[in-house]
């Protein structure tokens, strides 16, 4: 049973930076595709940014492009998500998810994404 949980978040300052971690109990496989999600209030679950564990792949949603970094460390069985020039539209909760099988492509698809942690809230104010 693959376990996620994430650590990181809290609430700065609109322009700062914060950097959170997903450590997973396992990797479903070798070459696992990896997420960053969040839901702010009243809003869908978006995906954020991906990673393969395999290939180091990478994909991110447009609007992050350039200010958030993910990468991995599968020694530790963790991933991050470095996040930076924040702005009050970020704020949301950060839910970290693994994929089961599939594969590790753009658009990122939340149906893609089997096992997912509690989440951790992020907060940006202006």
């Known amino acids: 049973q693959v376990q996620l949980q994430e650590s990181g978040g809290g609430s700065v300052q609109a322009g700062g930076s914060l950097r959170l971690a997903c450590t997973a109990s396992t990797y479903p496989s070798t070459n696992t595709c990896m997420g960053w999600f969040r839901q702010a209030p009243g809003k869908e679950r978006e995906g954020v940014a991906i990673i393969s564990t395999g290939t180091g792949t990478v994909y991110y949603r447009n609007s992050v492009k350039g200010r958030f970094t993910i990468s991995r460390d599968n020694a530790k069985k963790t991933v991050y998500l470095q996040m930076n020039s924040l702005t009050p539209e970020d704020t949301a909760i950060y839910y970290c998810?693994?994929?089961?099988?599939?594969?590790?492509?753009?658009?990122?698809?939340?149906?893609?994404?089997?096992?997912w942690g509690q989440g951790t809230q992020v907060d940006a104010t202006s």
């Open positions: 998810a693994a994929a089961q099988g599939a594969p590790c492509t753009y658009p990122i698809l939340r149906s893609n994404f089997a096992y």
